[in-house]
């Protein structure tokens, strides 16, 4: 049914950059990215709404930017200044409209891995 494909995971240096994107099949209310780490729990790394309000993780401020186009609903995320500790795999989220157009359910992408090099 839904379908959320992200890309742009890889391999890259400490400093590097790299740019997520992940296309929903279908028109969204809000999309996110969330990261999970070896050892460590799936954790929030930043939110936008279609009004283009933003919201980071601490750990991401200053360094990550999300990004979305309405119109594909595709989000973004721009990672600038990477450290090895942004290893994870990074995984799409959207949560979908209602009939109304209201906030309804939530999906998930496939996740993509992000390797930062030291």
């Known amino acids: 049914q839904v379908q959320l494909v992200g890309s742009g995971g890889g391999l890259v240096q400490a400093g590097g950059s790299l740019r997520l994107s992940c296309a929903a099949s279908?028109?969204?209310?809000?999309m996110a990215w969330y990261r999970r780490a070896p050892g460590k729990q799936r954790e929030l790394v930043a939110t936008?709404?279609?009004?283009?309000?933003?919201n980071y993780a601490d750990f991401v401020k200053g360094r990550f930017t999300i990004s979305r186009a309405n119109a594909k609903n595709t989000v973004y995320l721009q990672m600038n200044s990477l450290k090895p500790e942004d290893t994870a795999v990074y995984y799409c989220n959207a949560r979908g409209r209602t009939y109304f157009g209201a906030p309804g359910s939530d999906y998930w992408g496939q996740g993509t891995q992000v390797t930062v090099s030291s």
């Open positions: 279908v028109d969204t209310f809000s």
């Open positions: 936008i709404n279609r009004s283009g309000t933003t």
